[in-house]
């Protein structure tokens, strides 16, 4: 398989001995993280703020000892732990005593079924809406900045970092606040409001890039090629590895929930496409452990029209995912390059899943049906799941006799403007009874 380099493993700047982190100390102590594997040629490497293979430059992933014992007793430890991330710890590379450390504890979201959407789509077989608008900053990206914060502390940096699209940027921006580094954060400079301000209030420095998210990443690949960012982890840069397994947890958080089962479907959103990738590896590692019964899913991705390269691949039967200038309200999802792509594409077919886009029309009716079925307030990457998720039963593609879990990712109230126009007072009267009356509200 082809692997796109650009948006997270430039060639010239990164390899498996070139390290550039301040010091590991030599007690280093990431649980059950065993090493780093190339996900290409399968070569394996000691842990370290590294990201492309030495030898071909594949992404690499965290390799674990998972826990041995029998399913019962990692069960029952599982729910034994903390209301968090955390209680999973035994999965993830962190140490054992992580949530002693200080930290925002993000994770273990409301699992909610959805029976009124469900209705309004015809699915029949449970539907679920997986919502991290809970999270600590108000999207899912707490969890993976908590797993980079653990790295970075253990790998002896002094300032986090990352390139964003907006949620990234208030996580990592919340996360050393709380933690104790310095942060420095990248976004494109033209984002929403929601996301500019809550990337700034946290106290960290915010720099808004000239350019889209592409740019940014491109700046940040450089960024860490040179002195000026010494001493610095990028989450998902050079954390990368470690920074992506924290989106596992929803694969954990779901089954659990669901009473250890695993749903039939689920559908995802894409930006990187880290999530999806990692949500396939925490299932996996449920089933390889006996947590969960052995059984077919299918995973689904979702993109916005307006910036759908994986969707585009994944349609035309193609194995590599070209670039394209996103524009779309969609802005969190807005990667034209996805660095995962190639990956999406892989456990879309091989789940019999499917990649599939709607358009910002479609994203703002999606984040009023879901608001006005459940009650729920999701940003324009939760439209863009449950709008994907409408049409594609529409299509045919998702069995609504299955049980279909479906993704938010991010609060609406960081996307206000989506819904702005379209979503104002009623009326507007005196405060008096015939004012009232006159307006034609009242119906018994
Ligand atoms: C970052 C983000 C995603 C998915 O990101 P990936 O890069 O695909 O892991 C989904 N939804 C929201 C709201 C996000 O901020």
Redesign the pocket.
């Known amino acids: 398989m082809a692997v796109q380099t650009a948006a997270t493993a430039p060639a010239n700047t990164s390899s498996a001995d070139d390290s550039s982190a301040g010091t590991a100390p030599a007690d280093l102590d990431l649980g059950p993280a065993a090493a780093l594997s190339c996900r290409e040629c399968g070569e394996r490497f000691a842990l370290g703020p590294i990201f492309a293979c030495a030898s071909c430059f594949g992404p690499l992933e965290v390799a674990y000892d998972l826990p041995s014992g029998s399913p019962e007793e990692l069960r029952k430890r599982i729910e034994a732990g903390p209301n968090s991330i955390w209680r999973y710890a035994p999965l993830l590379p962190v140490p054992a005593d992580v949530a002693e450390k200080p930290n925002l504890n993000p994770g273990f979201t409301k699992l909610v079924k959805a029976d009124n959407l469900a209705r309004e789509l015809g699915v029949t077989g449970g539907l679920y809406v997986k919502d991290?608008s809970g999270n600590p900053t108000h999207?899912?990206?707490d969890r993976?900045v908590a797993i980079a914060v653990e790295a970075a502390r253990a790998f002896g940096f002094t300032t986090l970092s990352c390139s964003s699209?907006?949620?990234?940027a208030g996580a990592v921006g919340a996360a050393a606040a709380r933690a104790g580094f310095r942060s420095c954060v990248f976004i494109p400079h033209d984002l929403e409001q929601g996301k500019v301000v809550m990337a700034a209030v946290y106290g960290g420095e915010l720099v808004g890039i000239e350019g889209n998210y592409d740019d940014v990443n491109r700046f940040c690949s450089e960024l860490i090629g040179d002195p000026l960012g010494e001493g610095w982890g990028f989450v998902?840069v050079n954390l990368r590895p470690y920074y992506?397994e924290g989106?596992k947890t929803l694969a954990y958080e779901i089954c659990e929930q669901l009473g250890w089962r695993l749903p039939d479907q689920i559908v995802?959103?894409?930006?990187?496409?880290?999530?999806?990738t990692?949500i396939d590896k925490g299932l996996q590692e449920l089933i390889e452990l006996g947590l969960v019964e052995d059984k077919p899913y299918k995973i689904f991705g979702a993109q916005a029209e307006g910036c759908s390269p994986v969707s585009t691949a994944f349609k035309a039967g193609l194995d590599v995912v070209r670039p394209q200038k996103p524009d779309t309200i969609a802005k969190?999802?807005a990667?034209g390059n996805?660095a995962?792509g190639p990956y999406v594409l892989d456990i879309a077919r091989r789940t019999g899943g499917a990649v599939e886009d709607v358009d910002d029309e479609r994203i703002v009716d999606a984040i009023k049906l879901l608001a006005r079925t459940e009650g729920i307030f999701a940003?324009?990457?939760?439209g863009v799941t449950v709008g994907v998720t409408k049409k594609l039963i529409e299509n045919g593609v998702l069995d609504p006799s299955l049980t279909t879990v479906v993704?938010n990712?991010?609060d609406g109230l960081k996307t206000l403007d989506a819904v702005a126009a379209t979503s104002q007072a009623t009326a507007t009267i005196r405060p008096s009874l015939d004012a009232f009356r006159a307006a034609g509200l009242a119906t018994a």
């Open positions: 991290d999207s899912f990206k993976v699209t907006g949620n990234l998902n992506g989106s995802i959103p894409i930006a990187s496409g880290s999530q999806l990692k969190s999802l990667i996805p995962d940003e324009t990457a939760g993704l990712t991010g």
